[in-house]
């Protein structure tokens, strides 16, 4: 079946800092691919997509690529600020599936004046 | 335009006790998700509904765990009998068309059962 592994946190930045968060995918189709951000007592929002191979999908300062060849789709930010502290997941939509959300474990980031 | 509606945000219940969580989406959104999403752990998709009709219900333990959706509007999550394990929060969330890939989620229900 489809499945998301991301890389496991906790990660600790200071601000300004470079981010990274590596997300890949295993899928028998053709997959959809989402960011999903959690701020501290909110509910899920969606940060950032990319519907097909080569895609990047950009939103608030955060860039990931839709890579087929490596089945991965990492999540950078150049300069990360204090209110980008958050857990972020990735995920994929199985378009042959009724477009069930699959989900990483997510990564949280806590980022340091 | 309003968000996806969930109530209640906290609950707390003795083990075999039974709990009922209830979400109203979005005006106009056809297609209903409930994720359970257990501390440290990415969601988990309970049950999909395309209007009242159940699309998949693959992953529901349906021993305790039930839901539907009349009129195909609002929803309700049951769990009878609750057990430890199922402390998480349950988060509903709502797309116009199944077709379409942006879902956008409620708040949650966070249930803890002791």
């Known amino acids: 079946g489809d499945s998301v592994t991301q890389m496991e946190g906790p990660v600790t930045l200071s601000e300004e800092a470079f981010l990274t968060i590596n997300c890949t995918y295993t899928?028998?189709?053709?997959?959809?691919l989402f960011w999903y951000v959690q701020y501290p007592g909110e509910g899920l929002q969606l940060l950032l997509k990319a519907t097909k191979a080569d895609d990047k999908g950009s939103n608030k300062g955060f860039e990931a690529t839709y890579r087929k060849e490596t089945t991965s789709f990492h999540l950078e930010k150049g300069s990360v600020q204090v209110s980008d502290s958050a857990v972020y997941f990735c995920?994929?939509?199985?378009?042959?599936?009724?477009?069930?959300?699959?989900f990483g474990g997510g990564t949280r980031v806590l980022v340091k004046p | 335009e309003a968000g996806v509606a969930q109530s209640p945000r906290y609950k707390i219940i003795e083990k075999r006790q039974s709990v009922a969580f209830w979400c109203n989406p979005i005006?106009?959104?056809?297609?209903l998700y409930w994720y359970q999403q257990i501390l440290g752990q990415g969601p988990k998709l309970l049950i999909q509904?395309?209007?009242?009709?159940?699309?998949?219900d693959s992953q529901l333990p349906k021993d305790r765990f039930s839901a539907e959706r009349l009129k195909g509007v609002d929803s309700t999550l049951k769990i009878q009998p609750a057990k430890l394990e199922d402390s998480a929060v349950y988060l509903c969330?709502?797309?116009?068309?199944?077709?379409?890939?942006?879902?956008?989620f409620g708040p949650g229900t966070r249930l803890t059962v002791l």
């Open positions: 509904f395309q209007n009242n009709g159940v699309v998949d």
């Open positions: 899928a028998t189709g053709y997959p959809s």
């Open positions: 995920a994929l939509s199985d378009n042959a599936a009724g477009n069930k959300l699959t």
């Open positions: 005006s106009g959104h056809a297609t």
């Open positions: 969330a709502s797309v116009r068309d199944r077709g379409l890939n942006e879902q956008f």
